[in-house]
């Protein structure tokens, strides 16, 4: 089969076309052939040598969400059939024609959406709808601050809020990407300007909430916006952290941590135990499938490209300005 491979750690010129061996289902997994697969930061991390897979994957097939056709059943699988259209987020090898995962892990795709689209929902609807909702606790009527709201996760965001009945404020770069994320559902959008030592926002976040703050923080982008974040949450809020684009580290007021009894949390999904990547299957296929047929939730793709260009779709994802996912079709 044919697979993207990282020759080396270094830039996108070091992701190669190959051909490779074609993996067999062990027991309990099923091969699937992929159709489609989705871009992530993490790829690009993994492909500068900064973010190594797990042990059970692929070590230099990047890729962490599919949607294809199962094409091969290994024994004791009785909950997927050959034919079977899926989707799911995997620990490594997407960027490939096929890979074996745990049957479980995967969701069938509702009828609403081709393989294009199925591979834009996995990794940022699970991630978003995980940390908001099941980790963060947001509920309708309560506000949400999704950093970064054009990205793969913010789009997918904003959505769910709207969904939910809850009210979501954006921050993004400039106005465009503001604009088309209220068009998905975004209340609210900020554009961070340069306060102090980093990025402004807070103030303008309360006078948008009545001087109350939000009761969730989506934290996309990590480093200097965390203090801002932390500034920008009500009594008994909580902080997700999600990503670190902006970096590991960040000068935080524990004070006012204390005295708005704020929490603080982290999240992650590609380093989870199976057991827990199962529930992750189970909310893609139980909890937002439905929602994608309903049309309550979309994808959103910034392009789709063929697998042999994943080198030119890591050069765009590393400029920061597209607006949604990017897609790989094999």
């Not at 960027?95 to 393989?115: G, M, N, Q, W």
């Not at 961070?192 to 926002?201: I, N, R, S």
């Not at 910034?302 to 597209?322: I, T």
């Amino acid at each position: 089969m044919r697979a993207i491979v990282i020759t080396k750690p270094g830039g996108p010129e070091v992701l190669e076309l190959r051909e490779v061996a074609t993996p067999e289902p062990a027991p309990g997994q099923v091969r699937v052939r992929i159709r489609a697969c989705a871009v992530n930061r993490a790829d690009l991390l993994q492909r500068m040598g900064m973010y190594p897979p797990p042990v059970d994957v692929p070590q230099d097939i990047p890729g962490l969400e599919i949607a294809g056709e199962v094409e091969a059943v290994g024994s004791g699988v009785v909950e997927l059939a050959k034919g079977d259209r899926v989707f799911g987020v995997v620990g490594g090898g997407a960027y490939a024609e096929a890979v074996v995962v745990h049957a479980r892990t995967l969701a069938k795709i509702p009828d609403s959406l081709d393989f294009t689209q199925a591979a834009a929902v996995p990794e940022a609807f699970v991630t978003a709808y995980d940390a908001m909702v099941l980790q963060g606790g947001l509920t309708a009527g309560e506000v949400v601050l999704v950093h970064a709201v054009g990205s793969g996760v913010g789009t997918a965001a904003v959505q769910i809020a709207r969904a939910i009945g809850a009210r979501s404020i954006g921050t993004a770069r400039g106005e465009a990407k503001l604009a088309r994320a209220r068009e998905l559902g975004m209340n609210e959008g900020v554009v961070p300007v340069a306060a102090g030592t980093g990025p402004g926002f807070a103030t303008k976040v309360r006078e948008l909430t009545q001087g109350r703050g939000v009761e969730v923080v989506l934290e996309l982008v990590g480093g200097n916006y965390v203090p801002e974040s932390l500034a920008s949450l009500s009594e008994k809020g909580r902080l997700v952290l999600v990503g670190l684009l902006a970096g590991a580290r960040a000068d935080v007021d524990l004070g006012l941590v204390l005295r708005r009894r704020l929490r603080v949390f982290g999240t992650v999904l590609r380093a989870r135990p199976l057991e827990e990547k199962i529930l992750a299957a189970q909310v893609l296929g139980g909890r937002l499938a439905p929602l994608f047929a309903s049309g309550a939730l979309t994808p959103v793709i910034d392009r789709v490209l063929p697998l042999e260009k994943a080198g030119e779709a890591h050069a765009a994802m590393a400029q920061n300005e597209g607006f949604g996912k990017i897609v790989l079709t094999t």
